[in-house]
């Protein structure tokens, strides 16, 4: 059955795509395939699957559906979001130069800076909203720019179809790291980026129950270089939490509606909110991107940042207060989490680096979940208070 998005909706996919019924036993749903390794009829000769490292139907069935779901043909799924991320980074070599967004998730930066730049990998870090500072920051060995869109935490957008353009006139690839929208709300590969990357951990999964990373491409030569690195470097995915990201994707589209709605009531208290500041969500038209917002993406998704007044005190003191919000780091679940990104997510920039990136002492970030609105709105009520 061909599951293309030309003929079916995003919703249809999500449920039928990689997922035919059990050709065995008729079951409905992907059985979890817990085995680690595969009968051989004679020595070489197997049905497909050899060793559950290379390959694994239930692994398989994710990759496909997650995969047709960012309209790509290809998906790789890892043991987490940073493994992903790290599997990618050998697509490269010593010497290779990396243009990356500057306000980005602060793992990932101290990835790049702690571990690649050791092994001789360097790194631009660049406001991407200015198409000139890119340009300015491309040199001749530069082979990756790096887009997180929205960016973490300050959800500033990147013009992802210009960054593609910009990218490829350079001979570098465009990897979009896609966790914040899920596709969703965003499909980077139709704007032109090469790669997308999903922290699963995230709304793919949505329910806050495991660590995963998902890397998608319709390249079939990075298709053939990352299936390579995926089963030789062995950052898969285990079946069972396969099994659960698979089941969790049935669901994306009414979750990521639920929470949209809930993130825009939220914001909207917010913004009208005396000891609030300012308050950054691209569904805002305040948002000083709110064009940008609607032309590339379908939604505004669950993730917003404020900046309360009265900076670290007020922000302790609104943290200590919550009772529906749940101060904890990540994002994406059901359930809604607040978290201080420079005493938490993003502890490891160094203090001068999150000042450049406007990470200030009064800043907190809301992953806004799927409950009661009116609870959420009062619960944020009391704690400002
Ligand atoms: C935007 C983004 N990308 C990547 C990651 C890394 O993913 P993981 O924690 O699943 O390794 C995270 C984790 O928070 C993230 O927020």
Same mark, same amino acid.
């Given at each position: ?43 070489? %000769? ?52 990396? %243009? ?114 998902? %890397? ?170």
């Amino acid at each position: 059955m061909d599951w293309s998005d030309k003929q079916f909706g995003f919703e249809t996919r999500a449920i039928h795509a990689g997922q035919p019924a059990d050709a065995t036993t008729g079951a409905v749903v992907t059985p979890l395939y817990l085995t680690s390794t595969f009968v051989h009829s004679q020595p070489g %000769v197997f049905q497909g699957y050899d060793y559950s490292r290379a390959g694994n139907p239930t692994r398989s069935a994710y990759e496909t559906c997650v995969a047709n779901l960012e309209g790509a043909r290809f998906g790789f799924a890892f043991a987490s979001g940073c493994i992903g991320t790290t599997t990618v980074m050998h697509l490269l070599q010593q010497g290779d130069h990396v %243009v990356c967004c500057d306000d980005m998730y602060g793992g990932t930066y101290r990835l790049f800076e702690e571990v690649f730049r050791k092994q001789g990998i360097s790194f631009s870090y660049v406001d991407l909203r200015d198409a000139a500072a890119l340009e300015q920051a491309l040199r001749p060995d530069t082979r990756l720019v790096w887009v997180e869109s929205p960016t973490n935490p300050l959800m500033k957008l990147v013009d992802i179809e210009q960054v593609a353009q910009i990218a490829h006139a350079a001979d570098a690839l465009l990897m979009v790291d896609n966790t914040f929208l899920s596709p969703y709300f965003q499909k980077p590969l139709a704007l032109g980026a090469d790669l997308v990357l999903h922290s699963s951990t995230k709304y793919i999964n949505g329910h806050s129950d495991l660590i995963g990373g998902v %890397v998608v491409t319709d390249d079939e030569a990075l298709r053939e270089r990352l299936d390579f690195l995926h089963r030789s470097m062995g950052g898969i995915q285990s079946t069972f939490d396969s099994y659960l990201c698979l089941r969790s994707l049935k669901t994306l589209a009414v979750r990521m509606r639920a929470h949209e709605d809930n993130a825009h009531a939220v914001a909207h208290f917010l913004e009208s909110h005396p000891k609030v500041d300012w308050v950054a969500y691209p569904g805002l038209a305040s948002h000083p991107q709110h064009e940008l917002a609607c032309r590339q993406t379908s939604g505004h998704g669950g993730m917003l940042s404020l900046q309360v007044s009265g900076g670290l005190e007020a922000a302790r003191r609104i943290l200590s207060r919550v009772r529906v919000f749940t101060l904890a780091e990540s994002l994406g679940g059901v359930e809604s989490l607040i978290e201080h990104p420079g005493l938490m997510t993003h502890a490891s920039l160094s203090a001068e680096k999150q000042r450049e990136v406007g990470i200030t002492d009064g800043l907190l970030r809301l992953s806004v979940g799927i409950e009661t609105a009116a609870d959420l709105l009062a619960d944020l009520e009391q704690a400002l208070a």
